[in-house]
């Protein structure tokens, strides 16, 4: 899910990855809303680090199938005695 300015986490490992002599990275798969989009994205990270031969491909635009676990709010599954509870 690369590509959006204020979840910069993707765009990070990504470019670690590219930097990194010991990792091969053969291709790479966007997942999220907008899968094109992200795929451009990854696209462009590797362009600017010297990799534009790396395969890329738009996945998924949403998921494939429910995931009861993400659409339920996770706050309201958060154990009442854990250490750290949530903001």
């Given at each position: 899910d690369?590509?959006?300015?204020?979840d910069p986490?993707?765009?990070l490992a990504l470019a670690y990855l590219?930097?990194?002599p010991d990792c091969e990275l053969v291709g790479i798969s966007?997942?999220?809303?907008h899968s094109g989009w992200r795929a451009e994205m990854?696209?462009?990270?590797?362009?600017?680090m010297g990799k534009p031969?790396?395969?890329?491909v738009g996945g998924a635009d949403r998921?494939?199938?429910a995931n009861q676990y993400w659409m339920e709010n996770p706050?309201?599954?958060w154990p009442e005695d854990a250490r750290h509870q949530p903001r």
């Open positions: 690369i590509g959006f300015e204020t986490d993707d765009a590219l930097a990194n966007t997942v999220g809303l990854a696209d462009v990270i590797c362009d600017r031969e790396i395969p890329i998921p494939l199938f706050v309201r599954r």
